[in-house]
């Protein structure tokens, strides 16, 4: 497993829809560490760290999002991996 990290940005109708617990809830099941939280401008910022396949598939499921949402734009980039997270934390 090769160690990466991905900073990732949501935007559209992504805050008051269950959108940080979507993201929570498949960064376990990618077994993702990480965390997300919404942002002023009305985004949800996403830090996700582990496997970089998986982070792959992780960035696909957040261009869908939850049901309620409306997804119009998923912005990423790579970043330095930290190893400061033990699991996926909703801010």
């Known amino acids: ?6 900073e990732i940005k949501i935007t559209g109708l992504v ?3 269950g959108f ?5 809830r ?3 099941d990618l077994n993702l560490t990480g965390c997300a939280r ?3 401008d009305r985004s949800v910022l996403v830090i996700a760290e582990g496997d970089k ?3 792959e598939s992780f960035i696909k499921f957040l261009n ?6 409306n997804v119009q734009h998923v912005t990423f980039r790579w970043i330095e991996f930290s190893g ?6 909703i801010e």
Do not use: W
């Open 53 to 55: 396949s998986q982070i």
């Open 64 to 69: 869908v999002g939850p049901s309620f949402a």
């Open 38 to 40: 919404n942002e002023p």
């Open 84 to 89: 400061q997270y033990d699991s996926f934390l």
């Open 26 to 28: 498949t960064a376990k």
């Open 15 to 17: 805050q008051g829809v």
């Open 20 to 24: 940080r617990h979507f993201c929570y």
């Open 1 to 6: 497993m090769s160690s990466a990290a991905a």
